[in-house]
């Protein structure tokens, strides 16, 4: 299996920018992909966005395509959220996880990962 260990959530101004990192440890040698889900007390989790590792191509949700960049260093097994003009409704926990193989659920869908980080808070004031 593998570990993932997010870093980087704080708070923020409106309008500023944040990086959240995720160090993946274990079973990383067979990485399909990595992303980035949100989740808000009392609503469902969202897709952010995700990355395939071996090709680099990238996944957004449409919130945040245009402010967000998800990026990869496969040397380090770090996958990390650029997130830039972050609003108040970017507010949330955001949870990193790893997928070591490829699913039919595709890559917006949280039953396609096989490991979730334990979550770091974004705070973004208005």
């Known amino acids: 299996q593998v570990q993932l260990v997010e870093s980087g959530g704080g708070l923020v101004q409106a309008g500023g920018s944040l990086r959240l990192s995720c160090a993946a440890s274990?079973?990383?040698?067979?990485?399909?992909?990595m992303g980035w889900f949100r989740q808000v007390p009392g609503k469902e989790r969202e897709f952010v966005a995700a990355?395939?590792?071996?090709?680099?191509?990238?996944y957004y949700a449409d919130s945040v395509k245009g402010r967000f960049t998800c990026s990869r260093d496969s040397a380090l097994n770090t996958v990390y959220l650029q997130m830039n003009s972050l609003k108040p409704e970017d507010t949330a926990v955001y949870y990193c996880?790893?997928?070591?193989?490829?699913?039919?659920?595709?890559?917006?869908?949280?039953?396609?990962?096989?490991?979730w980080g334990q979550g770091t808070q974004v705070a973004v004031s208005s």
């Open positions: 996880v790893s997928d070591l193989n490829f699913s039919f659920y595709g890559y917006y869908d949280g039953r396609s990962y096989d490991s």
């Open positions: 274990g079973r990383t040698f067979s990485m399909y992909a």
């Open positions: 990355i395939n590792w071996s090709t680099g191509n990238t």
